[in-house]
């Protein structure tokens, strides 16, 4: 069974980073496309960036520049570094799993940026 366990959300200022963590289980970590996705109140699911698992990384425009996707496959783990952070930036942030067609998702984690 897949489990994805997202942690590292919070309340930060605007300026301010924050470091995403996922940790990955029941699947083969290392071939997975893995993402992260946001959510906003009222606002659909997109994407904010993901990484194959030879470490090519996609980004949404919004966040170019200021996040950073990475994976270390040995701990089964990916991550999201968050720098110079906007209050648009605000959303549940989702750890998502791709193979094959399959995707599976975490739980989420709440992160808040207040002017």
């Known amino acids: 069974q897949v489990q994805l366990v997202e942690s590292g959300g919070g309340l930060v200022q605007a300026g301010g980073s924050l470091r995403l963590s996922c940790a990955a289980s029941?699947?083969?970590?290392?071939?997975?496309?893995m993402g992260w996705y946001r959510q906003a109140p009222g606002k659909q699911r997109e994407l904010v960036a993901d990484?194959?698992?030879?470490?090519?990384?996609n980004y949404a425009d919004s966040v170019k520049g200021r996040f950073t996707i990475s994976r270390d496959n040995a701990k089964n783990t990916v991550y999201l570094q968050m720098n110079s952070l906007k209050v648009e930036d605000t959303a549940v942030y989702y750890c998502?799993?791709?193979?094959?067609?399959?995707?599976?998702w975490g739980q989420g984690t709440q992160v808040t940026v207040s002017s």
């Open positions: 998502s799993a791709l193979l094959s067609g399959d995707r599976s």
């Open positions: 029941g699947i083969i970590f290392s071939i997975n496309l």
């Open positions: 990484i194959s698992g030879g470490g090519r990384t």
